[in-house]
């Protein structure tokens, strides 16, 4: 079974220093852990924060693509740039690490910056995280900093970032960005578009998660959304549960952040500290397949993936630890009365057909 997974923030602990060739006692994800997993495609994204001290954007992003690709060094481990690649790849049993964007913040409001990126391999581009940027604003900002955004929705040169990606087949992603700036994409989309990691609105009211126009609308585009299990995306009363936990470990917590000045350092502390800690009050696996569900009965099962969001989350649903417990989503969609086909489709196959599409 071809297996696929759509997000994966393990760059940030390369640029911290860890050596993640070699197996890690924290986080989602290393190397040996990915090519022990089922999977056979790991999307690595890259991701610089807005709100950093240091605004050398492009040149961060630059390093993070060098680190990303110094891992092809590896035995059996593939940074794949065309579908042809990925076909390859599959057939020779590769560890296949495409790279991604999220946020454009990199660009620096340069289409030169865009095409830079482009021509290193870019697989797909998420044009905001949190932070809206003076093109394009992202779904946090829209719900809670509307007032003070300089546009809503994309302007001129958001609209033309979106058309040279589709022209140069690189997929948008569409999961950390606004309403506005939703439908201004799907208005102007020439080709399928993605959601790399959100969940159902309907069952979780959370701002990052996709109302069922928009659901129906990437399916219209003939696109995909790559469901993500983070709890609080998941489960509506696990916000209630993990701010009672966090006051009961604020000391911990707090001494974490005197121990590293970096901000970066601070958060993957965090993460490491409240992966091993946060499993008991997390929600069961099911509830994430539920999700799912709703998307397959709603839009059919062709536009459904997995956008796990490895070491990008402090917690994953309980009894799902790492990237070595990928295959429990598989398990449990048959113990739901999936036949192989659609399990498969789910799993991976549906990005190779989107892939297809865009003519990768």
């Not at 590896?74 to 590769?94: T, Y």
């Not at 809670?144 to 929705?153: I, M």
């Amino acid at each position: 079974m071809f297996v696929a997974d759509l997000h994966n923030d393990l760059v940030q602990r390369i640029m911290e220093g860890e050596d993640v060739t070699s197996i890690t006692p924290h986080g989602h994800t290393d190397i040996p852990r990915l090519k022990k997993s089922c999977i056979n495609l790991q999307i690595l994204i890259i991701w610089v924060s807005s709100r950093s001290p240091d605004p050398n954007f492009f040149n961060k992003a630059n390093k993070m693509f060098d680190e990303i690709e110094k891992l092809s060094n590896v035995k059996d481990v593939l940074i794949p740039k065309k579908l042809q690649e990925i076909k390859d790849g599959i057939k020779d049993n590769k560890l296949l690490l495409p790279i991604s964007m999220e946020g454009g913040e990199a660009i620096e409001n340069k289409l030169e910056n865009l095409y830079h990126f482009i021509n290193r391999g870019l697989f797909y581009l998420g044009p905001t995280w949190n932070h809206s940027l003076d093109w394009v604003s992202s779904n946090y900002d829209e719900k809670f900093n509307k007032k003070k955004l300089k546009t809503v929705g994309l302007n001129d040169f958001g609209k033309e970032v979106i058309n040279i990606c589709q022209e140069n087949r690189v997929l948008i992603d569409v999961s950390h960005i606004g309403e506005k700036s939703f439908w201004d994409i799907e208005n102007i989309s020439t080709k399928p578009f993605i959601a790399s990691h959100s969940s159902v609105h309907k069952i979780c009211p959370h701002f990052r998660n996709l109302h069922d126009d928009q659901i129906i609308a990437i399916k219209n585009k003939n696109g995909l959304i790559g469901i993500n299990p983070y709890p609080f995306f998941i489960d509506p009363t696990f916000k209630d549960r993990e701010s009672i936990f966090r006051n009961e470990h604020k000391e911990k917590i707090k001494s974490l952040e005197i121990q590293h000045s970096k901000k970066s350092s601070q958060w993957l502390a965090k993460q490491h500290y409240l992966q091993k800690k946060l499993g008991s009050i997390c929600p069961d696996i099911d509830l994430f397949i539920d999700h799912m569900e709703y998307i397959i009965k709603l839009i059919g099962i062709d536009y459904v993936g997995v956008g796990s969001d490895y070491d990008g989350l402090d917690c994953l649903p309980r009894g799902w630890e790492d990237c070595s417990d990928h295959f429990k989503i598989a398990e449990k969609l048959e113990t739901r009365g999936y036949n192989q086909e659609e399990i498969e489709k789910v799993m991976g196959k549906n990005i190779l057909r989107v892939l297809e599409e865009i003519n990768y």
